[in-house]
């Protein structure tokens, strides 16, 4: 399958897909992320969640979603190009812009039988379990320890004076 085939720009255009995957029997996991700064741990998260089910799906945060976290900086990549790279991933089959803070409406929406968290999350600090588990999924913490992010890779490119 071609990228742009796994890109649905409208999330509401998956749901007949992500039907006939459950329809077969096929098992539904869901992840979001940023994804700016494509690194290791994103990969190492990404082919974890692939291992828990047949389907993969992958939110990535808008520009407008990002801004709704004060504890972020703005994306340096716009989201098109971060879907189209997370698309190019093997471990993924569909690609969705996520445009609120919190994926509540697409995880409500797609039902997904997992939802793939980071490790450096635990079900306290996530609102939408409760929206995985009324529509009869269940969380997994999946990846490496939380030793490479996009932030530490900020940081240093700005002590090489690189942006």
């Known amino acids: 399958m071609d990228s742009f085939e796994k890109i649905f720009g409208n999330p509401h255009d998956l749901v007949p897909l992500l039907e006939t995957h459950r329809d077969k029997g096929e098992t539904i996991v869901f992840g979001n992320g940023c994804f700016d700064l494509l690194h ?60 609120a803070a919190i994926p509540i409406p697409l995880i409500e929406l797609y039902r997904p039988h997992i939802q793939a968290k980071g490790t450096d999350y635990n079900l306290e600090q996530m609102p939408e379990r409760f929206a995985v588990e009324a529509g009869g999924g269940r969380i997994e913490f999946v990846g490496d320890e939380k030793t490479h992010s996009s932030t530490a890779l900020r940081e240093a490119l700005r002590e090489r004076g690189e942006i």
């Open 40 to 99: 290791v741990g994103h990969v190492r998260y990404l082919e974890a969640a692939k291992s828990l089910g047949d389907v993969l799906v992958i939110a990535v945060n808008t520009e407008a979603s990002i801004s709704t976290n004060d504890n972020r900086e703005p994306s340096i990549n716009p989201c098109e190009e971060r879907m189209e790279v997370i698309a190019a991933l093997q471990a993924v089959d569909y690609v969705v812009p996520l445009n």
